[in-house]
């Protein structure tokens, strides 16, 4: 989808995927025209057609973390009450006091931001999804290569640049640089935290094409921001997510579980719709700009 906005469409985006980027597969794609013969209706002249398939590919940039709930802009977290400050306290003690708020809850998402980041390099993408290893971040890893000498100026304890190797290890990254070269995937990743945290809050439009496990955080951080939001949900993924509830208190266990689970975050702002393509899991979550101040 990254690939698709980025290059199609001609949008500004970023890609948030624990996983390491790989669009040589797009590209590849692109290149045979695929694309091209997606435009239901259209039938392109050859000029366009050379046109299309001759325009220049690039990565889209790239954060690799999980997503992780709280690390939404969350103004109400941001403001205080001022009926409801003290009394007696001066404009700029009620500015100080802000200001140390704000403070604060820049550097919990971005010690947020480090933690889920981590763990994203210490993961594994295998034929069961996402795996999480056992053993610590700094100890060597069999398909992940950290750059020890190269690291975040803000952050240290985040490496700045990271690569992988070791196509067994990770079907994921295995044609990765067959197309565009190593170097630039370094270049699209964005890696020092308050980089990806400024990235995130910036945002105009949050996408989930099968967010999977991430669905509740994706959600939470458009909502805490307020930003517009769509998503495809797909796997329920129960056992990991015991704690999600219906309004009626029953446990989530079920595709369409999921869907009301996810609507019933902000009722009065978050609708549903069906995609046009066949598939039991063809729905979508969004919130219209006109909810969130955008006009019509």
Request: glycine share 6%; aromatic share 8%; charged share 25%.
């Amino acid at each position: 989808l990254a690939f698709q906005l980025h290059n199609l469409n001609d949008l500004p985006v970023i890609a948030l995927d624990p996983r390491p980027l790989q669009v040589d597969m797009f590209a590849r794609k692109f290149r045979s025209g695929a694309y091209l013969r997606g435009k239901q209706g259209i039938i392109p002249t050859r000029q366009e057609c050379n046109d299309f398939l001759s325009c220049r590919l690039s990565v889209p940039r790239h954060i690799r973390m999980f997503m992780e709930r709280d690390m939404g802009i969350d103004p109400m977290r941001l403001k205080l009450d001022l009926p409801h400050a003290v009394q007696g306290a001066s404009t700029s003690d009620v500015a100080m006091t802000e200001h140390q708020r704000e403070s604060e809850h820049v550097a919990n998402v971005e010690a947020a931001i480090v933690k889920a980041s981590k763990r994203a390099l210490a993961a594994e993408w295998t034929n069961e999804g996402l795996r999480e290893m056992e053993h610590e971040f700094s100890e060597p890893v069999s398909n992940i290569r950290v750059m020890k000498n190269a690291s975040c100026s803000t952050c240290p304890g985040l490496p700045a640049k990271h690569s992988t190797d070791g196509c067994k290890a990770n079907r994921f990254a295995c044609d990765r640089g067959e197309v565009f070269p190593e170097h630039e995937y370094g270049e699209a990743n964005i890696s020092d935290c308050t980089s990806i945290r400024m990235a995130m809050w910036d945002c105009s439009l949050v996408v989930g094409l099968y967010p999977d496990q991430a669905i509740d955080a994706l959600v939470d951080f458009a909502l805490s921001s307020d930003k517009l939001f769509a998503a495809v949900p797909c796997c329920v993924y129960a056992s990991q997510f015991p704690h999600r509830r219906l309004p009626n208190g029953q446990p989530v266990l079920r595709y369409e579980d999921l869907i009301q689970y996810v609507v019933a975050m902000d009722p009065t702002r978050i609708e549903v719709a069906e995609l046009p393509f066949e598939g039991p899991k063809n729905k979508i979550v969004f919130i219209r700009p006109s909810s969130c101040g955008f006009g019509s």
